[in-house]
């Protein structure tokens, strides 16, 4: 569900995982179901770097559920960053006219 956009700066949203949608593997299963760890939100926001290049952040934010959050918030931080550092790659790659 789309929470704030502003044409062509910045889009927000709330995230809510479809179970149905979630490969069979072990890791996605527990990560993405539900268990200990949630999405809940993520943003896009653009900004003008020049006239050919724009500075493009996303920030996301999760929640845990696990007994152990002082430990977990580490492993939640890598796994957050590996998926933004995986998806803004290829974004990326997609504008630079690769696939």
């Given at each position: 569900?789309?929470?704030?956009?502003?044409?062509?700066?910045?889009?927000?949203?709330?995230?809510?995982?479809?179970?149905?949608?979630?490969?069979?593997?072990?890791?996605?299963?527990?990560?993405?179901?539900?268990?200990?760890?949630?999405?809940?939100?993520?943003?896009?926001e653009l900004?003008?770097?020049?006239?050919?290049?724009?500075?493009?952040?996303?920030?996301?934010?999760?929640?845990?559920?696990?007994?152990?959050?002082?430990?977990?918030?580490?492993?939640?931080?890598?796994?957050l960053e590996?998926?933004?550092?995986?998806?803004?790659?290829?974004?990326?790659?997609?504008?630079?006219?690769?696939?």
């Open positions: 569900m789309v929470t704030e956009y502003d044409t062509n700066k910045k889009i927000s949203f709330a995230i809510k995982v479809n179970p149905s949608t979630v490969r069979s593997e072990i890791f996605d299963q527990h990560v993405l179901n539900g268990n200990y760890f949630n999405f809940v939100n993520a943003s896009y900004e003008p770097i020049n006239d050919k290049q724009v500075k493009l952040t996303l920030t996301s934010g999760y929640r845990l559920t696990s007994k152990i959050n002082f430990y977990s918030h580490i492993w939640g931080d890598l796994i590996d998926f933004q550092d995986r998806l803004l790659a290829v974004i990326k790659m997609r504008c630079d006219g690769k696939k």
